[in-house]
T-cell receptor, first 113, second 114 residues
Framework: DAGVIQSPRHEVTEMGQEVTLRCKPI?????LFWYRQTMMRGLELLIY????????DSGMPEDRFSAKMPNASFSTLKIQPSEPRDSAVYFC???????????FGSGTRLTVV | AQSVTQLDSHVSVSEGTPVLLRCNYS??????LFWYVQHPNKGLQLLLK??????LVKGINGFEAEFKKSETSFHLTKPSAHMSDAAEYFC????????????FGKGTTLSVSS
């Protein structure tokens, strides 16, 4: 298995633009998680899905952030409009239940200028 | 709510000496606990996990951790540090009884000098 695949690896965008981050989980994993990592706040859980259904989105910072999981093999995290304070590394992870731990993708480094 | 506290933000050791990264947890019930490692500009990799089986858990790369309920601790150890162990280490606890969402500690940076 290729693991959790995220794209793009790096994204530089101007303030106000829409940004879409993509994630392909490991086949057979029924949980998908989006995390954000910054120096100031560490790793923050943004949202997670179970069987494609959002379970907890309380970590989504504001309405500019939205996430979807249209099928078991694909999820997106969208920021519209983007702001400089959104600059961070965004990780996607998948799991078949957290007692097994998560498998993380390599992350997307987002820079909003 | 569950939480973890990593007691040291930075630990420095010499190559060949033991490593101890400390973690205390808070949980209302028997938690699942994990250690993850993140090398610079890389994703996070699972080192080991505790899920109510043996209290001494062995992981990859010679690391191990011991679950001590009386001390609410889950410290990570390695007998002999290697230069390649230099990285950020995260102690993690499951959020709820179903154990679906994980809560990460702030991380401990391990530096290894030659």
């Amino acid at each position: 298995d290729a693991g959790v695949i995220q794209s793009p690896r790096h994204e530089v965008t101007e303030m106000g633009q829409e940004v879409t981050l993509r994630c392909k989980p490991i086949s057979g994993h029924d949980y998908l998680f989006w995390y954000r990592q910054t120096m100031m706040r560490g790793l923050e859980l943004l949202i997670y899905f179970n069987n494609n259904v959002p379970i907890d989105d309380s970590g989504m910072p504001e309405d500019r952030f939205s996430a979807k999981m249209p099928n078991a093999s694909f999820s997106t995290l969208k920021i519209q409009p983007s702001e400089p304070r959104d600059s961070a590394v965004y990780f996607c992870a998948s799991s078949s239940g957290s007692n097994y731990g998560y498998t993380f993708g390599s992350g997307t480094r987002l820079t909003v200028v | 709510a569950q939480s973890v506290t990593q007691l040291d933000s930075h630990v420095s050791v010499s190559e060949g000496t033991p490593v101890l990264l400390r973690c205390n947890y808070s949980s209302s019930y028997s938690p699942s606990l994990f250690w993850y490692v993140q090398h610079p500009n890389k994703g996070l990799q699972l080192l080991l996990k505790y899920t109510s089986a043996a209290t001494l858990v062995k992981g990859i790369n010679g690391f191990e951790a011991e679950f001590k309920k009386s001390e609410t601790s889950f410290h990570l150890t390695k007998p002999s540090a290697h230069m390649s162990d230099a990285a950020e280490y995260f102690c993690v606890v499951s959020e709820n009884q179903a154990g679906t969402a994980l809560i990460f500690g702030k991380g401990t940076t391990l530096s290894v000098s030659s």
